[in-house]
């Protein structure tokens, strides 16, 4: 598909932006939309830019019914100079194709809708905030639309990208989060859509988050589906562990989502020569390596928060607090470190970052 084919409207009147010491994270959204529809025969087709709106649907429609979606989460930030980056934005488009192969999607093409996105992005240019700690948060995603109450792939689709500017997920800065661990519920299973960033894995969390809310704690630890004894996410985030000097994560099982911070932060430590490995680890282990004193660090990471620390573990009636609860080194080091390459204040050396030009080569249909 040619990027010539994209149309773009733009809206007649522009909503006011936010302040940037006053942006939330998801609750505002900017003035325009990319869509592009797909169905048997014509495939993806009619790509566009249009003013954010409502979308009409058959109540039918596959997705409302049988929860066939995909989602991705990355973000745009400005630079000091004013020069707009992506942090590698081809991993999420290539995990959205692995999503759509589970859920039996059709596939898109990766290349297009990237440049498409930067096409999005210099519309919007305005809505990039530019105050320390804050972006212009991406979800592109995929709707189930063909009208039918029968259990099969859908016959059409739509696929859409919208922006919403957003600050600091931490409102605080970043500081350290209390978990409780989750022996009754589980997140997802080796063969079902663990690896597959789809709608259905997080209301599926909705749950044991609640519970774990309402005892005081932040966020989950999830443990395996089958023995419930090893980990593998913490809350919709990887999970890392600093012990004995060795940064050790969960090694991808077929039910834990390959987050591209999580590849991001293995490079980073293998660029610093900091021993990393991924392997089955279990809450038993962690619970040893606390009681040993070699329990350094805990972090999850993820877009929104890049890193969050863990400062308590909450397990079996017992409490394991980590490094005094405080922010680990490490922890804050690749924090300061992924932020900085993403805003351009530091160098990129593992040629991370995708610049988004200014160039205006589409159609504006008024």
């Not at 600050?167 to 209390?178: A, L, N, Q, T």
């Not at 630890?221 to 419930?228: C, I, P, Q, R």
Request: with cysteine; net charge negative.
């Amino acid at each position: 598909m040619n990027l010539q084919n994209i149309t773009i409207t733009l809206s007649e009147t522009k909503k006011e932006k936010p302040q940037s010491d006053q942006l939330e994270f998801g609750k505002v959204f900017t003035d325009h939309m990319f869509i592009m529809d797909f169905s048997t025969g014509l495939g993806w087709h009619d790509p566009r830019i249009v003013p954010y709106q409502p979308i009409t649907m058959d109540p039918a429609s596959m997705i409302f019914h049988y929860g066939q979606s995909v989602f991705e989460g990355l973000k745009a930030y400005q630079t000091d100079d004013g020069r707009v980056l992506l942090f590698r934005p081809e991993k999420n488009f290539r995990r959205l194709n692995q999503s759509n192969d589970r859920l039996c999607i059709p596939e898109l093409d990766e290349e297009f809708v990237l440049e498409a996105l930067k096409k999005l992005i210099e519309v919007e240019r305005e809505w990039i905030p530019s105050a320390e700690g804050t972006s212009l948060y991406i979800r592109p995603f995929i709707i189930s639309t063909e009208p039918f109450l029968g259990v099969h792939p859908s016959s059409s689709y739509k696929f859409m990208i919208i922006l919403s500017p957003v600050g600091s997920y931490y409102k605080e800065g970043i500081h350290p989060v209390k978990i409780a661990v989750e022996s009754k519920y589980v997140r997802a299973v080796n063969g079902g859509t663990g690896t597959a960033k789809t709608g259905g894995n997080y209301a599926a969390s909705l749950k044991a988050q609640e519970v774990s809310e309402k005892i005081g704690y932040s966020q989950v630890l999830w443990l395996d589906g089958v023995e419930k004894k090893y980990i593998e996410e913490v809350g919709s985030m990887n999970v890392f562990f600093k012990i004995n000097g060795e940064v050790i994560t969960p090694a991808l099982n077929g039910s834990i989502l390959e987050g591209v911070t999580r590849t991001s932060i293995i490079e980073l430590l293998k660029h610093w020569n900091v021993p990393v490995t991924e392997r089955k680890i279990s809450m038993d282990d962690v619970r040893q390596a606390y009681l040993d004193g070699t329990l350094e660090e805990a972090f999850g990471t993820g877009t929104a928060a890049v890193i969050s620390p863990i400062g308590e573990f909450f397990w079996n009636d017992e409490k394991l607090v980590i490094n005094d609860g405080k922010t680990g080194e490490l922890s804050k080091k690749l924090f300061d470190t992924l932020t900085g390459i993403q805003t351009g204040k530091l160098a990129d050396p593992l040629g991370w970052v995708v610049e988004v030009s200014k160039e205006n080569t589409f159609s504006v249909a008024r």
